[in-house]
């Protein structure tokens, strides 16, 4: 940018110093064929600058040549013998500003064989006398002449060495980059391959019932692996290296993700937390599923630290645009809050509200950074609506493609019938929940069209029952428990009752009130809309099935012993045939011998890597007329790890600590033809 604003600077001083030219050779009656050519010169030198052709270091010599040109047609004149030093002046300035030496070389020799010319025609034309004063002049003019000379030459010395240093500087950083991309590589996989090993060893402890104390080990190990990951997010959003990994994805699973999440923690201070659902959302989305799932897991946690009474709101809806939509995520809380100096650090990184030694939230303090670096580079964007000790509410926006418009939640044939929500006005400590309880509520029955009223006590119901045609009853555990009596009477007609309670709730005997998990959230009222009575597994769409890969022969290729303990164990749950290697030469001598249906890799292994090893087993499969299906089962997930594995060659890629999820869609995908039947587990 800066050449090109000084090669444009030159070409205007030069094409002043032009015109002056051509002003003179009318005034002093010099030769005029040169003022068409001083024209045409210049308009040429515009016509290069503008097109940026040919390319710059052509254009150098030509402006050069234009200069040197105009230069010598001036100072052949007699009349030009003092004024050749201040042209020569001008020339040398203005063309250091292109930081050529060879240019500026030439100008000044030039200058001199000008200044010989000139000295020829003052004494064959005798038209200048030789006295003190105008030897005085001329010795000034020749020696400023050389002063700027070499002032230009130190300014372009200097200029190069600084571009020669800011280049090194280049390579150095990029070195740094590509060092650093090493070593968060290394990084990941020396801390999380410990990790996954507490996790899976927690996990096998937990099957033998050993009691509590293995529990407590695998949420610290998860809880380790998540803020070993943030530590990975935080750089790359810092060094602005995020790749996404796009894939299809149900736009329930997010929702279901977030009640789930928040069912298997602790809730110590009985935050409520309502779920809000738009059932407009499209079903299918395509965008990076993991990276909005990480920024729905930091906003809840955020909300989670901060919010001491009260309750959480969490909103998913979604706004038509040209590329898809764009899907809204917003968390509002009734937490401390943030004044206005604190909502502008949390997007520079490295911000907790409370830093003490003894404070009593927990993080370290990336999680808003992160979300901001995924929002942005995904095309959205982050808004902050916060005051101090009034709560929060952060919202996400992020473009993504639709994959199937369909609503995410509807209900077969329309709502029949009246829909009476029971809530209490005196429930919740905190008022702003019951709003959060109503705002739901009021937007599920909009999206679905149905009809929608309040009844906050036993006459309420019982009035609306004699003018309108009730045929649903919603309410919490609370209300229930008030009048148990009732509302078990009531369910054993034709109208159906469901209760939102706490999980291990039970309603009494002979009763046919449908209970839904806490937190409530728009699944599973769509599914007692549409099934009524005979509604199964409403908790979440999640089915408690998994897949059973029964008599699949599978080799598990890891360097480090405890990581093969594990993944057997895991693998042989789903009656998998295991076997092991713990090198790439292993795995290739096995594979010799041997027929296996899935292969194990491990990324980062001595002697030869689990890319290598990947490539040698392809081949060696082609040699050998079997079939080799490669999984990459690494700790190495930094950004844009699946995909560099995926174009080296790899079948699938399942991280580490090991996401049951992702291990079975990935084994459905490798294997499909394989799964033999279905039974208890779980699976997604």
Not at 82 to 98: C, E, P, Q
Not at 272 to 294: C, F
Not at 666 to 683: D, W
Request: proline share 3%.
């Amino acid at each position: 940018m800066e050449r090109s604003r000084n090669e444009k600077f030159v070409v205007f001083i030069t094409s002043i110093a032009g015109l002056g030219l051509a002003l003179e050779t009318v005034l002093m009656d010099w030769e005029w064929w040169a003022i068409p050519l001083i024209a045409a010169g210049t308009i040429a030198l515009w016509i290069m600058n503008l097109r940026e052709k040919p390319d710059v270091n052509t254009r150098v010599v030509c402006f050069y040549l234009y200069a040197m040109l105009t230069f010598f047609f001036h100072g052949v004149h007699e009349t030009g013998f003092f004024d050749v030093s201040i042209v020569a002046t001008l020339g040398l300035v203005v063309y250091s500003f292109l930081y050529k030496k060879y240019v500026i070389h030439l100008l000044f020799t030039e200058y001199f064989l000008i200044m010989f010319i000139q000295f020829y025609f003052a004494i064959t034309a005798k038209n200048i006398v030789f006295d003190t004063l105008a030897v005085s002049r001329l010795v000034l003019h020749v020696a400023i002449v050389v002063v700027i000379y070499f002032c230009c030459l130190r300014k372009i010395t200097d200029r190069l060495s600084k571009e020669r240093s800011e280049e090194e500087k280049d390579i150095r950083l990029e070195s740094y980059e590509t060092d650093m991309e090493d070593f968060l590589s290394n990084i990941s996989h020396e801390l999380r391959t410990p990790v996954n090993v507490v996790n899976g060893m927690s996990d096998l402890l937990l099957k033998r019932d050993v009691g509590y104390e293995a529990d407590a080990i695998k949420r610290a190990g998860i809880r380790l692996a998540s803020q070993i990951e943030d530590i990975q997010d935080y750089t790359e959003c810092k060094r602005g290296k995020i790749l996404l990994e796009e894939e299809d994805y149900m736009t329930t699973s997010l929702i279901t993700d977030v009640v789930m999440s928040f069912r298997r923690g602790e809730n110590e201070r009985e935050l409520e937390l309502v779920v809000d659902l738009d059932p407009r959302v499209p079903a299918m989305l395509r965008g990076d599923i993991k990276k909005i799932r990480k920024i729905f897991r930091h906003l809840l946690e955020n909300a989670q630290k901060f919010t001491y009474k009260g309750g959480i709101l969490v909103r998913m809806y979604s706004e038509k645009t040209d590329y898809g939509v764009n899907l809204c995520i917003e968390i509002t809380d009734t937490g401390i809050g943030m004044d206005r100096k604190t909502i502008e650090s949390v997007s520079e990184g490295m911000y907790q509200a409370n830093k003490k030694r003894n404070r009593n939230s927990g993080g370290i303090g990336l999680g808003l950074f992160i979300v901001y670096g995924f929002a942005h580079r995904m095309g959205g964007f982050v808004k902050i609506e916060s005051r101090k000790n009034s709560g929060s509410t952060i919202r996400v926006t992020l473009p993504q493609k639709v994959v199937n418009d369909a609503a995410c939640l509807e209900v077969t044939g329309g709502v029949k019938g009246d829909l009476l929500f029971h809530v209490r006005s005196n429930k919740y400590k905190v008022p702003a929940v019951r709003e959060f309880y109503r705002t739901m509520a009021v937007n599920l029955a909009t999206g679905i069209h149905a009809s929608l009223y309040a009844a906050e006590t036993i006459s309420d119901i019982e009035r609306l029952q004699k003018k309108l045609n009730v045929r649903y009853i919603f309410m919490g555990q609370e209300e229930y428990e008030d009048n148990p009596k009732f509302f078990d009477e009531v369910s054993k007609g034709n109208i159906v009752v469901g209760v939102s309670a706490l999980p291990g709730f039970k309603p009494n005997p002979g009763s046919r009130v449908m209970i839904m998990p806490k937190p409530l959230y728009a699944y599973p009222v769509i599914k007692i809309l549409n099934e009524g009575l005979e509604a199964k597994n409403i908790e979440s769409p999640v089915t408690n099935i998994r897949p059973v890969f029964r008599g699949i022969r599978a080799l598990v290729v890891d360097d480090e012993p405890m990581n093969l303990v594990v993944a057997s164990g895991l693998f042989r749950d789903y009656e998998m045939i295991v076997d092991t290697a713990g090198s790439g030469k292993e795995a290739i001598l096995k594979f010799q011998v041997n027929d296996y249906d899935v292969i194990f890799m491990d990324h980062m292994m001595p002697e030869m890597d689990g890319v290598e090893a990947m490539h040698i087993l392809k081949k060696m499969s082609v040699e050998l007329h079997k079939k080799a299906v490669v999984v990459a089962l690494t700790a190495n997930v930094v950004s844009g790890a699946k995909e560099m594995f995926m174009q080296e060659g790899f079948d699938g890629f399942i991280s580490k600590p090991i996401y049951i999820p992702d291990f079975e869609r990935t084994m459905l995908k490798v294997l499909p033809g394989f799964v033999n039947e279905q039974e208890g587990g779980k699976a997604e």
